[in-house]
């Protein structure tokens, strides 16, 4: 059974940091690019990282660049997030996507707030 399960979500103030992680188990890890993508409340689901199966990145969503990393341990089957300098709009649901092939598997989702 496929499970992921996202982590580290909170209420932080603005220029706060967060550190997502998302621990998977059920899959080969190794062959899923591995992606974080977040949904705020009226609005549609969004792509905020990827990252390939071998740890080169391939997406950054623009407004988030320069502040947020993802990076991925094929070791300890995780993916995290560092979201440093938050903004109120950075405010969602995240959550963690495994893809390979036609396969595509999701976790239940870590709420961030970002609030003063």
């Known amino acids: 059974q496929v499970q992921l399960v996202e982590s580290g979500g909170g209420l932080v103030q603005p220029g706060g940091s967060l550190r997502l992680s998302c621990a998977a188990s059920g899959v080969t890890f190794g062959r899923y690019a591995m992606s974080w993508y977040r949904q705020a409340p009226g609005k549609e689901r969004e792509l905020v990282a990827t990252?390939?199966?071998?740890?080169?990145?391939?997406y950054y969503l623009d407004s988030v660049k320069g502040r947020v990393t993802i990076s991925r341990d094929n070791a300890k089957n995780t993916v995290s997030l560092q979201m440093n300098s938050l903004k109120p709009e950075d405010t969602a649901m995240y959550y963690c996507n495994a893809k390979y092939a036609t396969l595509t598997f999701w976790g239940q989702g870590t709420q961030v707030t970002v609030s003063s």
């Open positions: 990252i390939r199966s071998a740890g080169g990145v391939t």
